[in-house]
């Protein structure tokens, strides 16, 4: 890990360094988008032909029946499950659930007025694809991020692909209740996801989190195919002045793991601590080959010179993970994916059993959007009703903007029922 200040000798680079920071995001997604372009063409254009075709050739299928898992073999892999494991598995779910239960927005109405009543529906969209990886590490607890708050929702078809699943992650989806499961990944898997294919069928939408192939597919069909957003590696950022070192460093290299582009970064105020963090992450990761790797590459000690300055690049940053000391410094939490206050919560378990979603934005989206959640499987439906009076008594004004704007049309769908609603006897 670099360990570099805010003030003082370099601190031009530093700056310039913090600037490419906050404009990191897509650039990598150009070096692949070549490829994915082809096989999401390709998809498209021929079908199953062409998804067999990569499913073979890069998903290692010899047969075109092993494309869908079926019910009994995620049963097989439940049944064959650890049973310690299995209590992990329905804790976590039960924790999830009950997150994205308390997520989930109402339907509502409300007399705005007299004569005029607005409101909103809640209704699930039809169906969705929840993308798992499963590259360097199994991971079952992304399909429980991305199905259950689907099933919350109320999504009819609920559809998991995944390459070269693990048992826990086929067990994981017989648990859930999961029907719908196919054994291809990449590029190729996103597109039969969004156009459709007789052994894929189209769904509405596609979330989760992948490689860049993955990653840079979703980007290009996500004029025809609704996404959750585009997921780069992960990041982490502390920010502390208090924390202890070897729990700081432990969750810098347990987010490090993840990928050898993984982002682990340290902000403190304090320069003994930066020292301390920069030893303990040295020392934790000796025998963690990809930690290693990323925190030599990515990883970044930041001591700034005052605690403002240490907010304010905190903001900045807008981290997809985000470790601040105690709850009062929620008061200026501005930009991350998820939050973690304090020593005790360590970040691995907002991966796996908090609740909140572990599918959060990278690339500087904190900015903009929070993590996956319940809200991104439903739409939210307006609701107008206006009774003659309240078509009287706002009508006229409606009809001025519209005349104002010069769309007559608009004008005279009001101006009409104004008419109607003068004539004797009208009162409603």
Same mark, same amino acid.
Request: charged content about 20%; proline content about 6%; aromatic content about 4%.
């Given at each position: 890990?670099?360990?570099?200040?805010?003030?003082?000798?370099?601190?031009?680079?530093?700056?310039?360094?913090?600037?490419?920071?906050?404009?990191?995001?897509?650039?990598?997604?150009?070096?692949?988008?070549?490829?994915?372009?082809?096989?999401?063409?390709?998809?498209?254009?021929?079908?199953?032909?062409?998804?067999?075709?990569?499913?073979?050739?890069?998903?290692?299928?010899?047969?075109?029946?092993?494309?869908?898992?079926?019910?009994?073999e995620?049963?097989?892999?439940?049944d064959?499950?650890?049973?310690?494991?299995?209590?992990?598995?329905?804790?976590? /779910?039960?924790?999830i &659930?009950?997150? +994205?239960?308390?997520?989930? %927005? *109402?339907?509502?109405?409300? @007399? =705005?007025?007299?004569? $005029?009543?607005?409101?909103?529906?809640?209704?699930?969209?039809?169906?969705?694809?929840c993308?798992?990886?499963?590259?360097?590490?199994?991971?079952?607890?992304?399909?429980?991020?991305?199905?259950?708050?689907?099933?919350? /929702?109320?999504?009819? &078809?609920?559809? +998991?692909?995944?390459?070269? %699943? *693990?048992?826990?992650?086929? @067990? =994981?989806?017989?648990? $859930?209740?999961?029907?719908?499961?196919y054994?291809?990944?990449?590029?190729?898997?996103?597109?039969?996801?969004?156009?459709?294919?007789?052994?894929?069928?189209?769904?509405?939408?596609i979330?989760?989190?992948?490689?860049?192939y993955?990653?840079?597919?979703?980007?290009?069909v996500?004029?025809d195919? *609704?996404i959750?957003?585009? @997921?780069?590696?992960?990041?982490?950022?502390?920010?502390?002045?208090?924390?202890?070192?070897?729990?700081?460093?432990?969750d810098?290299?347990?987010?490090?793991?993840?990928?050898?582009?993984?982002?682990?970064?340290?902000?403190?105020?304090?320069?003994?601590?930066?020292?301390?963090?920069?030893?303990?992450?040295?020392?934790?990761?000796?025998?963690?080959?990809? @930690?290693?790797?990323?925190?030599?590459?990515?990883?970044?000690?930041?001591?700034?010179?005052?605690?403002?300055?240490?907010?304010?690049?905190?903001n900045?940053?807008?981290?997809?993970?985000?470790?601040v000391?105690?709850?009062?410094?929620?008061?200026?939490?501005?930009?991350?994916?998820?939050?973690?206050?304090?020593?005790w919560?360590?970040?691995?378990?907002?991966?796996?059993?908090?609740?909140?979603?572990?599918?959060?934005?990278?690339?500087?989206?904190?900015r903009?959007?929070?993590?996956?959640?319940?809200?991104?499987?439903?739409?939210l439906?307006?609701?107008?009703?206006?009774?003659?009076?309240?078509?009287?008594?706002?009508?006229?004004?409606a009809?001025?903007?519209?005349?104002?704007?010069?769309?007559?049309?608009?004008?005279?769908?009001i101006?009409?029922?104004?008419?109607?609603?003068r004539?004797?006897?009208?009162?409603?």
């Amino acid at each position: 890990m670099k360990l570099i200040r805010t003030k003082g000798r370099g601190a031009q680079q530093t700056q310039a360094l913090l600037a490419a920071l906050e404009q990191r995001g897509g650039a990598a997604l150009d070096t692949v988008l070549p490829a994915v372009r082809r096989i999401v063409t390709d998809v498209r254009k021929r079908g199953d032909r062409a998804l067999l075709q990569y499913a073979a050739q890069l998903d290692g299928l010899v047969s075109p029946a092993q494309v869908r898992i079926t019910p009994a073999e995620m049963a097989a892999a439940w049944d064959a499950l650890d049973p310690a494991l299995r209590k992990a598995l329905t804790t976590a /779910a039960a924790q999830i &659930r009950a997150f +994205a239960k308390r997520q989930l %927005p *109402a339907s509502w109405s409300r @007399a =705005a007025r007299p004569g $005029l009543v607005t409101g909103q529906l809640v209704r699930p969209i039809p169906s969705v694809g929840c993308y798992v990886p499963s590259g360097r590490h199994p991971l079952p607890s992304t399909l429980l991020m991305t199905a259950i708050p689907a099933q919350v /929702a109320g999504v009819e &078809r609920i559809v +998991a692909v995944s390459p070269k %699943p *693990a048992p826990e992650t086929l @067990a =994981a989806a017989h648990m $859930l209740g999961i029907t719908e499961f196919y054994r291809v990944g990449g590029a190729h898997a996103v597109a039969a996801l969004a156009y459709g294919t007789p052994s894929l069928p189209r769904v509405s939408k596609i979330v989760g989190p992948g490689n860049l192939y993955v990653t840079a597919a979703k980007r290009l069909v996500a004029f025809d195919c *609704a996404i959750d957003m585009l @997921a780069g590696p992960t990041e982490i950022l502390v920010t502390s002045d208090t924390g202890n070192p070897a729990d700081i460093a432990s969750d810098l290299v347990a987010q490090a793991e993840h990928d050898p582009e993984a982002l682990a970064i340290f902000l403190t105020t304090r320069t003994d601590l930066a020292r301390a963090v920069l030893a303990e992450t040295k020392r934790q990761s000796r025998d963690n080959p990809i @930690a290693r790797e990323s925190l030599s590459r990515n990883g970044l000690i930041l001591v700034a010179a005052s605690v403002g300055e240490a907010r304010d690049l905190t903001n900045r940053i807008a981290a997809e993970h985000l470790t601040v000391d105690t709850a009062a410094d929620l008061e200026w939490v501005r930009n991350a994916g998820s939050v973690f206050v304090g020593r005790w919560s360590a970040q691995p378990m907002g991966d796996y059993i908090s609740g909140p979603n572990h599918t959060l934005p990278t690339g500087g989206m904190a900015r903009v959007r929070g993590g996956l959640s319940v809200n991104d499987f439903v739409k939210l439906i307006t609701v107008q009703e206006y009774t003659a009076q309240g078509m009287r008594d706002l009508g006229p004004h409606a009809a001025l903007l519209a005349q104002a704007e010069g769309l007559t049309g608009h004008a005279a769908a009001i101006t009409t029922r104004l008419r109607t609603t003068r004539k004797k006897g009208v009162r409603s």
